[in-house]
T-cell receptor
Framework: GAVVSQHPSWVICKSGTSVKIECRSLDFQATTMFWYRQFPKQSLMLMATSNEGSKATYEQGVEKDKFLINHASLTLSTLTVTSAHPEDSSFYIC???????????FGPGTRLTVL | AQSVTQLGSHVSVSEGALVLLRCNYSSSVPPYLFWYVQYPNQGLQLLLKYTSAATLVKGINGFEAEFKKSETSFHLTKPSAHMSDAAEYFCAVSHGTGNQFYFGTGTSLTVIP
C-alpha cells in the first residue's frame, strides 16, 4: 500500500496560536487527499477533501476559515488550525486516494493538544 | 445514501479463539467495502477490501471478510486470535471513483490471554 507521512506526530500549543500539519504522499502522486478528525474512542469524521490545485471541499459544520487546507502539489497537503482553542484538541489524520485502486491510505495521525 | 453499522463497540475473545467483528452496510449502489485497523495513537491500516470481485476477501494478518449482498453484511473474521490483534477496527463503505468513505463507529477488540 501507499506510504503516507504526517508531520508533526504530536504538537502542543498555546490557545490562540496557529498550527500547521503536513501530509505527504511518499510513493505516488495524489490528486485527492482527505483530512479527518478523531476524538478519543470515536470514529473518524471527515473534515474536508483536498484537491491539488483547487480549493478544498469542506464538510458541513467545518469552518473553512479556521481549518485552512492547502494542496499545492501532488504529494503535499497541509492543514492549518488557526487561532487554536482547547476544543480543537484532537487527533488529525490525513489520507490519500489511490485512484487506480479506489483505496484510501492513511497517515499515522497528528495529535494536537491546545493548552 | 450510504452508511455503515458496526454491531458491538467492544468485543473480547480469548487468545486462540475465533474473532468475528460485524459490519452491515446500506448503499444505493454497488458498494466498495473496507476494513481498517487502528492501533493506539496511530493512523489506520488497511486490512482488506472488497471491490466487486471475489466475495470472500483475504487480508493481512490472517483476517478475511465475506461480502454477502443478501444480508448487506461484510463481517470480519480470523480463525485464531493473537494478542497482537488487540486494536480498534473500522468498517468503511464507498462507491469507488474517489467518493467519500463512510466509516462505522468502530469495534474495540480485546484479546484475553
Amino acid at each position: 500500500g501507499a506510504v503516507v507521512s504526517q508531520h508533526p506526530s504530536w504538537v502542543i500549543c498555546k490557545s490562540g496560536t496557529s498550527v500547521k500539519i503536513e501530509c505527504r504522499s511518499l510513493d505516488f502522486q495524489a490528486t485527492t487527499m482527505f483530512w479527518y478528525r478523531q476524538f478519543p474512542k470515536q470514529s473518524l469524521m471527515l473534515m474536508a477533501t483536498s484537491n491539488e490545485g483547487s480549493k478544498a471541499t469542506y464538510e458541513q459544520g467545518v469552518e473553512k476559515d479556521k481549518f485552512l487546507i492547502n494542496h499545492a502539489s501532488l504529494t503535499l497537503s497541509t492543514l492549518t488550525v488557526t487561532s487554536a482553542h482547547p476544543e480543537d484538541s484532537s487527533f488529525y489524520i490525513c489520507s490519500v486516494l489511490a485512484s487506480s485502486t479506489d483505496t484510501q491510505y492513511f497517515g499515522p495521525g497528528t495529535r494536537l493538544t491546545v493548552l | 445514501a450510504q452508511s455503515v453499522t458496526q454491531l458491538g463497540s467492544h468485543v473480547s475473545v480469548s487468545e486462540g479463539a475465533l474473532v468475528l467483528l460485524r459490519c452491515n452496510y446500506s448503499s444505493s449502489v454497488p458498494p466498495y467495502l473496507f476494513w481498517y485497523v487502528q492501533y493506539p495513537n496511530q493512523g489506520l491500516q488497511l486490512l482488506l477490501k472488497y471491490t466487486s470481485a471475489a466475495t470472500l476477501v483475504k487480508g493481512i494478518n490472517g483476517f478475511e471478510a465475506e461480502f454477502k449482498k443478501s444480508e448487506t453484511s461484510f463481517h470480519l473474521t480470523k480463525p485464531s486470535a493473537h494478542m497482537s490483534d488487540a486494536a480498534e477496527y473500522f468498517c468503511a463503505v464507498s462507491h469507488g471513483t474517489g467518493n467519500q468513505f463512510y466509516f462505522g463507529t468502530g469495534t474495540s477488540l480485546t484479546v484475553i490471554p
